[in-house]
């Protein structure tokens, strides 16, 4: 991340590497920038899917640990209104979203972008789309919660209009859940 300081150029990192100061000026940045990765997703597409995808997707999320089988996706889903919703890059899943009626609302449960695909915007379109869906569908609201430990999680859900509505203790302060909800 570069910031303009005083005819300087101010690079926090670089490359995953920690540098104080880096001036850089002209070609030269060209050159770097074009040895850099392409991070951009330029084929997305967000299709409704099927438990099978979503399972495989799951055991691909790091923070995911024994992630549920497509057995607990049924027990949840079948005979209820559900969504599953999958991010495609051309033909390659990169995402999920899965969610289900619960108690008269709907409950977005399980969700999640494979790491070389984050910071893209598709955990906000997946999110888009399931509340346009819920809100289709008829629903006043999204129901959802993470744990403690999920930061990222809690940040997205409040930056996207969230609140926290619970708190559920639980063996440690890491997997304490914090229950929020979004009207629609």
Not at 155 to 175: H, P, S, V, W, Y
């Amino acid at each position: 991340m570069f910031l303009q300081n005083s005819g300087r150029e101010v690079c926090q990192t670089f490359g995953g590497l920690p540098f104080r100061y880096l001036r850089i000026f002209g070609a030269r940045i060209e050159r770097i920038l074009k040895k850099m990765p392409d991070r951009s997703a330029k084929n997305i597409t967000i299709v409704e899917s099927d438990i099978d995808t979503c399972v495989r997707l799951s055991q691909l999320i790091p923070e995911f640990v024994g992630p549920p089988a497509a057995g607990e996706y049924h027990r949840r889903m079948d005979g209820v209104p559900h969504l599953l919703l999958v991010a495609f890059d051309d033909t390659r899943p990169v995402g999920f979203k899965a969610g289900y009626q619960r108690d008269g609302y709907f409950y977005s449960w399980m969700g999640g972008i494979i790491p070389e695909y984050r910071q893209l915007g598709l955990a906000a379109a997946l999110a888009k789309r399931q509340e346009e869906w819920a809100r289709a569908a008829g629903y006043d609201s999204i129901t959802f919660k993470t744990r403690n430990q999920h930061k990222a999680m809690l940040i997205f859900a409040l930056k996207n209009g969230f609140d926290i509505i619970g708190f559920r203790e639980k063996e440690t302060i890491a997997t304490n859940r914090i229950l929020l909800r979004k009207a629609l």
